[in-house]
C-alpha cells in the first residue's frame, strides 16, 4: 500500500505543487485560483528579492515571496480572516519576487507575523493548469500521514523542506555535556538504551527537528562481526584488531544481530516517543569508509596503509570490502525492521578517493546494500553522503540511493543540475553559519531552499553541526526553516516532465 502510493505521488508531483500550510491562520487567495494556508509566525530577517529592503516592522503581517515570478496580476484581492473571526480585504502589490500585502480592517498587526513562501530560483510555469496541479499537490501533500522528512526523500509534493542536522545530538548541547560528565565512554553512551534513548531526544525536545537520529556510531556494528574497537574523547576511534591480511580477513564472520539488541530496543522507543511528528532515522557507514577505520587503525589525513592495499594487495581489500557490504545491508535491514523510516549511509573518506578510485572501490559495494534493501524494502528511502564529494557527484547519483547529500562547498543549484532533477538532495548550508548572527543563518538558508527548488529537498547542514555551535543559534536555524513555505501556483522545479 505504502509503495502504491510512493509510486502514484510521483506521477501527480510531475505536475503537482506543494502549497499546503501547517497550522494556518489566515488565508490568501489570488486571481490564480490557488488558495493556500498562511501560518502565523515570526517573518525573520531584512533583506528579499527583488532589490527591496524592509524593516522588521514592515514585515510584519507580510508575505513574502522569494525569488522567480508570480503568474497573477499586479493588483490582486485576498480575504483573511483575524482572530476574531471577522474578516477583511486587502489590496496586494506584487513586484519582482515579493508581494506586500496592506493591512486594513480588524487585521491586528501589532501580533500578526506570516510565514515565508519561497519561490524556485529556476523560474516559474506557465500551464494553463497549474491551479488545478497545486490544488492535487495540496490534498496529496495533506493527506499523507508519513513524516514530511520521509515524502521529501521519495520525491512527493511537501508544503515545505523538511529539516534537521547532522550530528543533531551531541557536544554542541549543554545538557549532553552534562550526561557524558556522568557516563565518560562513548561506547557506554551510544550502546545503552536508556542513553541512547535519552541523547537520541535531546534535539528533538529542545527543537523539535523533522528528523529524529538514533544516538550511535558507524563503528558500532565492527564487535558483531568480530573487530572490537574504543572511542577515545580525544584521539577518536581506536582499532584493537586490524585487517590487513588474508588472514585478518578469514578471522570476519557474518553480523551477528543478536549482539545488537539495543540498537533495536533503542529504535524502537524512540519511535514510540516521536509518533508521526517526526521521522525516525538511522545510519551505518559505508563499506569504505568502514574499510579506512579497521585498515588504518583510526582516523587519519593521509590513508596511506589502505591506498597501498589498493595497489598491493587488491584482493584482500575487495574481500574486506565486500564483507562490509553484506554486513552493512543487513544491519539497514536490522533498523528498518526496528521502526527506522530513512536511513543514511555515511561514506565519510569517499572524498579522499580520486574518482576513478572511487568507481572501483566505494560505488560498487554501495549499489550492492542499495540493490539489497530496495529488493528486501521496496520504496524505502536511502540518503548517501560523502564529505569532499564535488568531484563525485555524477557518479553518487548512479548508486540507486533517493537522496545524494551534498556537503557545503557545493553550490546547490550546481549540485541539483549535476545529481538531476529525478533525484532528491539534501543539504547544505555551511555548518559554520551557525557561528554567525540570525540575519546571516537566514540568508544561507534562504539560499539553499530557492536553489534547491520546491521538490525533493531535505535541508541540512552541509556536514555535522560542529563543538561549539551556540545552541540559540541552532534553534533560529530550526525555527526559521520551518517557517518557510513553497510558493502556491508553481510546477515543482525539480519534476522529471
Keep these: 500500500m505504502a509503495a502504491h502510493a510512493g509510486l502514484l505521488a510521483k506521477h501527480v508531483a510531475a505536475a503537482a505543487t506543494p502549497g499546503v500550510a501547517l497550522d494556518s491562520s489566515r488565508k490568501v487567495q489570488s486571481q490564480s485560483a490557488c488558495t493556500c494556508e498562511l501560518r502565523r509566525c515570526p517573518l525573520l530577517g531584512r533583506s528579499v528579492a527583488g532589490g527591496f529592503s524592509l524593516s522588521r516592522k514592515e514585515m510584519r503581517g507580510q508575505q513574502i515571496c522569494i525569488g522567480g515570478r508570480r503568474r497573477t496580476t499586479t493588483t490582486t484581492k485576498s480575504h483573511s480572516q483575524n482572530e476574531s473571526g471577522s474578516s477583511s480585504s486587502s489590496s496586494n502589490y506584487v513586484g519582482h519576487g515579493v508581494m506586500r500585502s496592506g493591512s486594513k ?85 551510544s550502546e545503552n538504551v536508556d542513553l541512547v534513548v535519552e541523547i537520541s531526544l535531546q534535539p528533538w525536545h529542545a527543537f523539535r527537528p523533522d528528523g529524529v537520529i538514533f544516538f550511535s556510531d558507524i563503528l558500532t556494528p565492527l564487535p558483531a562481526m568480530g573487530i572490537p574497537f574504543q572511542i577515545d574523547d580525544v584521539k577518536g576511534p581506536i582499532i584493537e584488531k586490524l ?85 552493512v545491508a543487513t544491519y539497514i535491514g536490522f533498523q528498518i525492521d526496528a521502526g527506522a523510516q530513512c ?47 564535488g568531484g563525485l557527484l555524477e557518479r553518487m547519483a548512479t548508486t540507486g540511493v533517493d537522496v545524494i547529500s551534498l556537503d557545503w562547498t557545493i553550490d546547490m543549484a550546481d549540485g541539483r543540475e549535476r545529481v538531476g532533477r529525478g533525484l532528491s538532495v539534501q543539504g547544505n548550508v555551511d555548518p559554520a553559519v551557525l557561528f554567525a548572527g540570525k540575519e546571516a543563518i537566514e540568508e544561507s538558508v534562504k539560499d539553499v531552499v530557492r536553489k534547491a527548488g520546491n521538490r525533493g529537498h531535505i535541508l541540512n547542514l552541509g556536514h555535522g553541526v560542529m563543538v561549539g555551535t551556540p545552541e540559540e543559534n541552532v534553534a533560529h536555524y530550526f525555527a526559521f526553516s520551518k517557517s518557510l513555505l513553497y510558493a502556491p501556483n508553481e510546477v515543482p522545479q525539480n519534476a522529471v516532465v
Design 105 to 189: 480592517g480588524h487585521h491586528r498587526q501589532s501580533s500578526s507575523q506570516s510565514t515565508i513562501v519561497v519561490r524556485a530560483e529556476a523560474g516559474s510555469h506557465s500551464h494553463d493548469d497549474a491551479a488545478e496541479h497545486s490544488r492535487r499537490g495540496a490534498e496529496l501533500a495533506a493527506t499523507s500521514t508519513e513524516p514530511l522528512i520521509v515524502r521529501a526523500a521519495r520525491g512527493e509534493p511537501v508544503p515545505r523542506p523538511p529539516v534537521w542536522m547532522m550530528r543533531q545530538a551531541g557536544r554542541y548541547m549543554a545538557v549532553y555535556r552534562e550526561l557524558a560528565k556522568k557516563h565518560k565512554s562513548f561506547r557506554e553512551r
Design 243 to 327: 585487517m590487513r591480511t588474508p588472514d585478518d580477513i578469514k578471522c570476519l564472520h557474518p553480523i551477528e544481530l543478536d549482539t545488537l539488541g539495543f540498537i533495536q530496543e533503542s529504535l524502537r522507543i524512540i519511535k514510540n516517543e516521536i509518533g508521526d511528528t517526526a521521522g525516525l532515522l538511522g545510519f551505518v557507514g559505508a563499506p569504505w569508509t568502514l574499510a579506512t577505520y579497521v585498515v588504518e587503525g583510526k582516523g587519519t589525513k593521509t590513508y596511506t596503509e589502505i591506498k597501498r592495499m589498493m595497489y598491493m594487495a587488491p584482493d584482500v581489500l575487495k574481500a574486506l570490502l565486500s564483507h562490509f557490504a553484506s554486513a
Design 343 to 389: 536511513v543514511q549511509i555515511f561514506d565519510s573518506w569517499g572524498g579522499q578517493l580520486t574518482p576513478d578510485q572511487w568507481d572501483r572501490w566505494s560505488k560498487p559495494y554501495i549499489t550492492q546494500i542499495v540493490d539489497w534493501v530496495h529488493e528486501h524494502y521496496p520504496g524505502f528511502p536511502l540518503i548517501l553522503y560523502a564529505s569532499g564529494s
